[in-house]
């Protein structure tokens, strides 16, 4: 079954709709995924960070264990499988005091010992914490890796201060790491008790980070929370992801572009080709309709003289005879040269199609032309006719060439009102020569121009067909100025007539 063209349109139209609202959607939902693992990308990195510091600061401490002892954090589940026990043990040698340490859970405090007397002395503290979370997630190694390195905090943060210069370049470093690398301004706060209350306090000397960025109303911050008891954690500051987003998903944006723009041309060459072949339909339709009718005329006129001769003894009358004669005549030369013609656009078309040039006056050609357009012609004709020079002479195959110049008048003729004014113009400049057919007939339309060299083509003329023709005429006239390595141009304007010209 042959869809109808408007129904094809309208199923191309919605192809290229769904697939542009798939697209749409699936790259709206990869733009949330790309955003919520870069979000987790920066707090992983805000904590791996914060590891790294830590360890920093250890092997500070560890470089000099005489003076300042040596410090080890352990963290592992309780006799029960379900309580979570961290431990911090300090040792050292010169001193002994006692303090109180805030560990990350806001109810449980360690007691640190340090007995000077013995230099293997230690003090172990332990604590649970983090139960109430633990106990949901108590398979979460992620959970235990935190818990571990929270208690780490508890020990090293007591004997050396955080280093945030440090923290943030690590942080920059593993940020870069995920292809983030954007200013940012790094802080670290702190709460500070006192007898009558508490206060948050933000060391506004450890601000670490692009020192020329300037947060943004929009600006976006990331809190990585250490120690809840002091609420101890480090707030990273920056705009807000979404560009950064876009441009990583740039490569598949511009892929998703691309694939789209090439299904859009693909349909728009497919509608294009169908529309061609329609309207390429209709022009063989009418070729066929208007062939038939120009083949029929001179047959039947043909017919009906011989039929007077042979019938009606028109022969014994020799005006009569003369007069049938020169009819058949006519009519046999003109259905010869529909039938010349058609067969000239058939070898056209063949690679084995050969011109044969040979020096032709211009004048004389044309105005042979001329006498024959004028005696055969409906309505009066004046063709004036201008060469300059007057003996101006041209390389060409002189039946193809007198075809172009006699379709071109045979035009202006037929699309003339009730007289036909034609003026033709030949001039020679240093290296062409230029032919010039104009006309003051209908003319046309702009729209149309583009169409007229086009086979089988002819302009519309809605319900009116009182100008016969098949659509080759002009096609065939490009073809064969171009075989002589020629171009032909029109000017036209409706109402006001045509001028065709010819630069050989």
């Known amino acids: 079954m042959k869809l109808p063209l408007k129904h094809i349109i309208i199923l191309v139209i919605c192809s ?99 007995n000077d007397n013995d230099p293997d002395a230690s003090a172990v503290a332990s604590s649970e914490s983090g139960l109430d979370v633990l106990l949901k997630k108590q398979d979460s190694m992620k959970e235990l890796i935190l818990s571990v390195q929270q208690g780490m905090h508890s020990g090293v943060d007591t004997y050396i201060d955080i280093n945030l210069q440090k923290y943030d370049s690590l942080l920059t470093d593993v940020l870069k790491a995920h292809n983030i690398d954007v200013p940012h301004h790094t802080l670290y706060i702190y709460s500070g008790a006192t007898q009558d209350s508490s206060q948050t306090f933000i060391d506004t000397l450890g601000i670490a980070g692009d020192s020329t960025y300037i947060p943004s109303p929009k600006a976006i911050r990331y809190d990585y929370e250490f120690n809840r008891h002091h609420s101890q954690r480090y707030q990273l500051i920056m705009e807000p992801i979404t560009s950064l987003v876009w441009k990583q998903m740039t490569g598949i944006l511009v892929t998703s572009f691309v694939i789209f723009l090439i299904l859009g041309f693909s349909f728009w060459f497919l509608i294009r080709t169908l529309l061609k072949q329609k309207t390429l339909e209709e022009m063989k339709s009418n070729f066929t309709n208007n062939i038939t009718h120009e083949l029929k005329t001179p047959i039947a006129v043909a017919y009906a003289a011989n039929d007077a001769l042979l019938n009606f003894n028109q022969a014994e009358e020799k005006s009569k005879r003369d007069q049938y004669l020169r009819v058949s005549q006519e009519q046999l030369q003109r259905l010869s040269g529909l039938v010349e013609q058609i067969l000239s656009m058939s070898m056209e078309s063949r690679k084995t199609f050969r011109l044969h040039p040979e020096e032709i006056c211009l004048k004389e050609l044309i105005t042979s032309l001329i006498e024959q357009h004028q005696l055969k012609a409906d309505i009066p004709v004046h063709i004036t006719l201008e060469t300059e020079p007057e003996a101006l002479t041209i390389v060409a195959d002189r039946t193809h060439f007198s075809n172009i110049i006699s379709n071109l008048i045979d035009n202006a003729v037929k699309y003339s009102k009730q007289e036909a004014e034609i003026t033709i113009q030949c001039r020679q400049t240093e290296e062409t020569v230029t032919i010039t057919v104009s006309d003051h007939g209908i003319g046309i339309p702009l729209d149309k121009q583009k169409h007229i060299f086009d086979k089988f083509y002819r302009v519309p003329t809605g319900n009116l067909h ?37 630069t050989i």
């Open 466 to 502: 009182n100008v016969k023709g098949y659509g080759l005429g002009l096609f065939y006239v490009k073809s064969m100025v171009e075989k002589h390595g020629g171009t032909i141009t029109v000017k036209s304007e409706s109402g006001k007539g045509s001028t065709f010209t010819i």
């Open 16 to 114: 290229l709709t769904g697939i542009f609202v798939y697209q749409t959607y699936w790259l709206t939902g990869l733009y949330r995924t790309m955003k919520q693992e870069m979000n987790n990308n920066i707090k992983d990195a805000m904590r791996t960070s914060d590891f790294n510091e830590i360890v920093l600061r250890v092997n500070e401490l560890q470089k000099d264990n005489v003076e300042h002892g040596s410090v080890t954090v352990s963290a592992g589940y309780g006799a029960d499988g379900k309580s979570l026990v961290t431990s911090q043990t300090v040792s050292y040698t010169d001193s002994t005091y006692k303090d109180t340490l805030h560990t990350r859970t806001e109810t449980a405090v360690d007691t640190l010992a340090v």
